[in-house]
């Protein structure tokens, strides 16, 4: 049975922080946008119900405005009440996304069972990619014991 979507719970998890609102709609962004247009682009602030987005120059801007009512509709299905209302453009130098730091990803990846490494690999944003597999390491290792013995993680 599926379970029915809420449409506030994005607002009550990230809306009650400007930081947090924003660390959402970075994280919607690529989803709703694709990855080679997220890499061209850079989300900037989110205030008032606008999202800024930077982007390399007016030729991009004048793009996005025409797709700007497809990417408010996606950031909707993605965040729900907490999405923007619209969309401000602002040209500039895109800085590139981070690049995860080594030492995170030797520290965790290895102690994962394959298929977890797997599926990360279908996250496209490699800091949100590095993010998952760490956070499902510090959940695993609950389990270290279980995991040594069976070699699964399913603890049997």
């Known amino acids: 049975?599926?379970?029915?979507?809420?449409?506030?719970?994005?607002?009550?998890?990230?809306?009650?922080?400007?930081?947090?609102?924003?660390?959402?709609?970075?994280?919607?962004?690529?989803?709703?946008?694709?990855?080679?247009?997220?890499?061209r682009t850079e989300v900037v602030a989110f205030d008032s119900g606008v999202l800024r987005v930077r982007v390399p120059d007016a030729t991009w801007r004048k793009g996005l405005l025409r797709m700007r009512g497809d990417i408010l509709g996606r950031l909707r299905g993605?965040?729900?009440?907490?999405?923007?209302?619209?969309?401000?453009?602002?040209e500039g130098g895109v800085t590139p996304p981070p690049q995860a730091p080594a030492a995170i990803r030797s520290a965790v990846e290895p102690a994962l069972p394959a298929s977890v490494v797997s599926a990360?690999?279908?996250?496209?944003?490699?800091?949100?990619?590095?993010?998952?597999?760490?956070?499902?390491?510090?959940?695993?290792?609950?389990?270290?014991?279980?995991?040594?013995?069976?070699?699964?993680?399913?603890?049997?």
């Open 1 to 39: 049975m599926e379970r029915p979507r809420d449409p506030d719970l994005a607002a009550r998890l990230f809306g009650a922080s400007p930081e947090r609102a924003l660390a959402l709609m970075r994280a919607a962004w690529p989803a709703a946008v694709g990855p080679e247009l997220a890499r």
């Open 78 to 90: 993605i965040a729900g009440k907490a999405a923007p209302r619209s969309l401000g453009f602002v």
């Open 120 to 156: 990360a690999e279908a996250i496209p944003d490699p800091e949100l990619r590095v993010l998952f597999l760490a956070a499902a390491g510090r959940y695993l290792c609950r389990f270290a014991s279980s995991l040594t013995t069976s070699g699964d993680g399913s603890g049997n």
